[in-house]
């Protein structure tokens, strides 16, 4: 009897060994074949079967509700340069305060956390892209950035873009966004070094209270701005209705603006690093003296206070690009009806490639065709001719391009563009690295590298789509388009929107929005033909 032929044991042995892959992740294939099959006399062939593959211009993207957000300059050999911007509500911890009497402003400090890991109490910054300085001016923004989007229903929320507009009409209105100058580093580098809070003692000796992790931290300058400028800003409204609710505060006071500079035009260094906006340490503090009367002697004592403002309102990332017009080119001259020779993705807004399994070959065959391979109809059942093991790309980076930069981004992405979400692999795989929550290694493969029979290394990514293709050919599951995107952060898969409607693509995920890195790989049409991208299948014949 040929138990596979029944549904559910067929289903059964395909599911055990994707489980087996997920766990070993990188184990090579012949390991994993063997390791499945044990001494069953199964037969695991393999076939190829052409994919197409073209470039696509990522267009503005909604860059607000942003879990995490960019900073600073970086240049990309590949590209050109990138200027990330940033704005941002404040927003009071509480509200109608009573700062007590006779108030004196003691400091005004902002703070907000870098990504970072400790390990053997040494700090490193996680996604840090570029290490030479730049020039940072914080500003007090005076355009109002509103809830709802008056040019829709009024249920719709307003999303702003990366390109500072907020809908193919209106744009930001960048002479009020730079209101009064808070502050200005002609020379900013973030550091890795944890910040010590140290206070006076009764015996005038300074102490540690407590250490922030790396973090972007101003003490604003009284003497930079006009005289009682905070006083006057929130002391003075204490008893006004500006202080009383977070609409009345975000009307009143606007928020900050944080605009960054290369230190010369076109630079090609700079710095841009990740913020961590969400963390509990990221606020702006207004801390103060204030005097109590006792009620029962009427002796005067003075006491601290703070006035928190944190991040919980709207937070946009504005950026201006200055992108090689010939790699523009290139991109706009994509190719859908045959594919592309090289792919060219970057991050932000950056770029993309489609990628088409089951491509139309030279003869005219197209997934039609090659399906009948996998399965076949016998009136309302499918019959599973071959059953799927494994399933994957390769795509290689073109080194020769890349002569110039050669710090690729670590990971890339694929979703379901038609649904705009990840495809079976990445729910299947719970592949994790403890020490960094890095994910996904067996579906989506960090790049790695081989090196041929010439000795000569070369760099490639790997993406494994067994489920994917196993929901097509036992469940009929449409073979839908794919989109290939870098990744900083493999699970962060909340999608964001274009700025203008797009048939193809509509939006890309935040991991990749957060990822200024760029890469050149081979394209279905590359001239080296060891490089062209092909769906590698490793199956098993279901008559075995």
Known sequence: MNYLMYPSVRLFFVLGFYVSLVTSCEKDFSDIGTDVIGNQNITIQSATYPVKTYNKRITPIQTNALAKNLLGYYYDPNFGSTTVHFLTQLTPKNYSPNFGDNTVLDSV???????????????????????????????????????????????????????????????????????????????????????????????????????????????????????????????????????????????YFRGLYFKVEPLSPGAADGTLIQLDFVSANAHLKLHYTYEVTSTTTDETSERQGSYDLGFN???????????????????????????DAQLYLKGGEGAMAIVELFSEDESGNDFDDYITDFKENDGDETIVKRLINEAYLEFYIDETAMATNSDVPNRVFVFDLNNKIPLADYYLDSSVNSKTSDSKFAHLVPVSTETNDAGTEQRKYKIRLTGHLNNIVTKDSTNVKIGLLVSSNVGATDMKTFLTYDNQVNGIPTGSILSPKSVILHGNNSSDVTKKVKLNIYYTDSEN
Do not use: C, H, M
């Open 313 to 339: 309102g709207k937070r946009v990332n504005i950026f201006e690009n200055n992108f090689d017009p010939a790699v523009l080119q290139n991109i706009a001259n994509s190719n859908p009806q045959e594919g």
């Open 109 to 251: 400090v902002l703070t907000i956390p870098y990504s970072s890991r400790k390990q053997d109490d040494v700090y490193s910054i996680d996604s840090l892209y570029g290490q030479t300085p730049i020039k940072l001016s914080i500003f007090k923004n005076n355009f109002l950035l509103r809830d709802f989007d008056p040019g829709s229903d009024l249920e719709a929320t307003q999303s702003y873009y990366s390109n500072g507009s907020l809908s193919p009409t209106e744009a930001l209105n960048s002479a009020e966004l730079e209101g009064q100058l808070l502050y200005q580093n002609t020379s900013f580098l973030p550091s890795n070094d944890p910040i010590p809070l140290t206070t006076t003692n009764s015996e005038g000796e300074t102490e540690t209270t407590a250490t922030l992790t790396p973090s972007l931290r101003v003490k604003f300058d009284p003497n930079d701005l006009p005289n009682n400028f905070w006083e006057e800003l929130i002391f003075d409204k204490e008893d006004d209705d500006e202080l009383s609710s977070a609409n009345n505060f975000y009307n």
